[in-house]
């Protein structure tokens, strides 16, 4: 059987919406890249299937006033050669003083927080920009932090839970409102053998009590919705990290959590793209990291 490949070059805005309905459509599986996506469908495949979805999303786009380019490009790739592509993409990768995210067909590095994810269960592997600075800074945190209790907010591969767990939180809980990221996060917990994680689809009013550390990979307008929600489940004497956030829109989400009653502890860029680390403004101690 042969596999279709679709190189798809896009703006950032439009990655995860598209990699969602590519998703729906049968994908088995996307490597994210900087500014493309490399999708693979099962064959035969039509390509006229993805250029109507894209195509779509354009339109979408369009309608809210954003002029956005997304272009395509397909490849047919022999049986015998797909898996052999398909893994070529996904090597192992150091973040932080400690954690090594790698897939479940690389041998596991000693001394390092290994981070099982597949990559063949949903789209997020941990190799993108924010997930990375969301890694360094749970990494900085936990050394000030208490360790009891984690909530990931939008858990998608379950990754941020599975590395929480590694770092000594006692109650990990994850949280995500798409029933394909919880099948992708049951996996990755099997894998990593993390059997104690709290896994819930739903959002964050389903989590109950307040976390010592909470972590929310979204993107901006979402997490200025929950700008409040996170504010209420946040201990006094904890933070939070925020991600999935573009450089010009770090100063929004940083007002939006002020009127939450959240004040600013840290920022970290990367690319074109920022990180933020909050707090309860009441917080008495007011550590830095």
Not at 178 to 191: F, G, K, M, S, T
């Amino acid at each position: 059987m042969n596999y279709l490949q679709a190189t798809i070059n896009l703006p950032e805005i439009a990655r995860d919406a598209l990699s969602s309905r590519l998703m729906d459509l049968g994908c088995m599986g996307i490597i994210e890249q900087e500014d493309r996506l490399i999708a693979y469908f099962e064959g035969p495949s039509d390509p006229a299937v993805v250029d109507q979805a894209i195509a779509d999303l354009t339109s979408a786009f369009r309608k809210t006033g954003l002029n956005v380019s997304i272009k395509a490009r397909y490849e047919v790739i022999p049986s015998q050669d797909w898996n052999s592509v398909w893994k070529a993409g996904f090597k192992p990768l150091d973040i932080g003083e400690r954690f090594t995210i790698l897939p479940p067909w690389e041998e596991q590095r000693a001394g390092r927080i290994n981070l099982v994810i597949d990559p063949g269960m949903a789209f997020g592997t941990g190799h993108h920009e924010t997930t990375r600075s969301c890694l360094i800074l749970m990494e900085k945190l936990a050394k000030h932090t208490a360790k009891d209790r984690f909530l990931d907010l939008g858990t998608g591969t379950g990754l941020l839970a599975i590395a929480a767990a590694q770092i000594g939180f006692r109650r990990v809980v994850a949280v995500d409102t798409d029933p394909v990221a919880i099948e992708a996060a049951r996996r990755n917990l099997e894998l990593n053998t993390a059997a104690g994680i709290e896994l819930i689809e739903g959002d964050i009013s389903m989590a109950t009590g307040t976390f010592d550390l909470i972590a929310a990979n979204l993107i901006s307008g979402a997490l200025i919705g929950l700008a409040g929600e996170i504010a209420s489940r946040l201990d006094p004497a904890g933070a939070a990290v925020l991600s999935g956030i573009l450089l010009e829109q770090g100063e929004e989400v940083v007002l939006a959590m002020s009127q939450a009653g959240l004040s600013l502890r840290e920022r970290l860029d990367d690319g074109k793209w920022t990180s933020l680390v909050v707090e309860r403004t009441d917080d008495p101690q007011n550590l830095s990291v």
